[in-house]
């Protein structure tokens, strides 16, 4: 956590804060996470950063250089300054556990906390939770693409900054992938790591035997050679050389090879042949270069003999769908309800659970977003994970996460899981909800 995190919000969230502290309103707020509408081509999404934003919430301080700089902006009063030096997050918050998935409208997120704390919160819980969900959800669709087959996060060089590339490699990981090229994310959370080398390695030997050679005498327990440096069918013909040499020798093995460019289905075809052909079977295939979704279920639907996966660019930017439509709206104050009825951007009022039924089979029906106290048919999704201000949820693991994930997605009807836009399960509002929405709409005029 940056030292001047109380700073990363918006300008606007102090001036209500401060506002609202001139004013005495210290009533408790209640604001939801929710994600509008599903970008296109998705069918659903998956909660992530949970873990994020409860250790910024815990670690929330405006320490004296932060209050030296608000009070050079000369924006803030003496009072509302001291108040901010002694602030310290004491809500609550409900979530959805990292791991599930879910459909638009729905709370994935309640805090309730006195409203200037509430409020201040907003910009960085939105950042760090869209973000989460954006990677999680891309990933999750490159898991479903690939049918098992390994995948690797090599996304770090294109992410958006640093602590995207870190996110990136963690919310893949949520998502079924087996390893990342980022080593600091290994490091911080546990993830397998993996790699193999660049072309500029190749380039700088004099010759590509030479390179290959070195490489696997450095790394006798196991490597992977990229082969489409210069040519692909002569420098497998070198690979399996090597490796031949290596295995008669006992001083050596080669795991795979990677190909980065060029047509994959065909260059994969080719290296299987090539290898299987002067006896290397046990290598294996992996292609990188541009890859989505997308491309990796063509390379499955094709047949293409590729064991692994590299996806990094359009993972890590989640470049067919960027951004999500979300938003932290204001739902209860005080104990009443309230909601925003702008067009196109209505919201719920009150402190609202997801209530999720599935059939006999385990597969969800539908999702009902209703009143927290209201009795609604299926199971809760939130799920107390903060009160006054400190975690009381279980410390769930990464582990616990992938297999949370794996289980919901098992849950899901055959066409959400599937690719291309499809009709997700209905999400419903309870009577409760939509009484107290009338209740409010007539009370606010």
């Not at 891309?138 to 996110?167: I, N, S, T, W």
């Not at 539908?366 to 949820?393: F, N, W, Y």
């Amino acid at each position: 956590m940056m030292d001047d995190a109380a700073l990363l919000t918006d300008l606007y969230e102090l001036h209500m804060a401060q506002a609202y502290h001139a004013e005495g309103m210290e009533g408790t707020a209640v604001f939801d996470f929710i994600v509008r509408r599903l970008p296109p081509g998705r069918n659903f999404l998956v909660a992530a950063g949970l873990e994020s934003v409860l250790a910024f919430l815990e670690a929330l301080r405006f320490g004296p250089d932060d209050l030296d700089w608000l009070r050079a902006t000369g924006r803030f009063g003496e009072d509302f300054l001291r108040y901010l030096g002694e602030l310290r997050f004491s809500g609550k918050v409900d979530a959805m556990p990292e791991g599930t998935v879910f459909f638009p409208g729905e709370p994935v997120l309640r805090v309730a906390a006195p409203i200037a704390q509430a409020q201040l919160v907003e910009s960085r819980v939105i950042n760090l939770l869209q973000f989460s969900i954006l990677s999680a959800s891309k990933a999750v669709r490159c898991v479903l693409a690939a049918e098992g087959r390994q995948l690797v996060d090599f996304g770090m060089r294109r992410a958006h900054g640093a602590e995207a590339a870190l996110l990136t490699a963690r919310c893949s990981f949520i998502a079924g992938f087996d390893a990342t090229a980022t080593v600091l994310a290994g490091r911080r959370y546990g993830i397998p790591v993996a790699g193999t080398m660049a072309h500029s390695y190749i380039q700088a030997h004099a010759s590509e035997e030479q390179a290959f050679a070195a490489f696997a005498q450095g790394y006798p327990g196991g490597c992977t050679l990229l082969v489409d440096t210069y040519d692909v069918p002569r420098a497998l013909g070198r690979v399996a050389a090597l490796a031949r040499r290596l295995r008669a020798d006992g001083t050596g093995r080669i795991d795979a090879v990677r190909i980065d460019s060029g047509d994959l289905v065909e260059q994969a075809r080719l290296a299987r042949r090539l290898l299987d052909e002067q006896g290397c079977p046990e290598i294996r295939i992996a292609v990188s270069g541009d890859l989505d979704e997308h491309a990796i279920a063509r390379l499955v639907m094709q047949k293409a003999p590729v064991d692994s996966f590299g996806v990094g660019t359009r993972l890590a930017t989640s470049s067919d769908v960027p951004f999500l439509d979300c938003a932290y709206k204001l739902a209860e104050y005080d104990g009443q309800g309230r909601r925003k009825r702008s067009t196109g951007k209505e919201t719920y009022p009150g402190k609202k659970q997801v209530f999720r039924r599935l059939d006999d089979d385990g597969v969800i029906v539908d999702d009902t977003i209703g009143l927290e106290t209201e009795s609604v048919p299926g199971h809760p999704l939130l799920q107390p994970v903060m009160l006054a201000g400190r975690r009381c949820c279980p410390a769930w693991t990464l582990a616990h996460m992938r297999q949370q994930l794996r289980s919901q997605l098992a849950s899901l009807p055959p066409r959400v899981r599937m690719l291309t836009a499809a009709v997700s399960p209905p999400v419903r509002i309870s009577a409760g909800v939509t009484q107290l929405a009338a209740e409010v709409d007539h009370r606010f005029g």
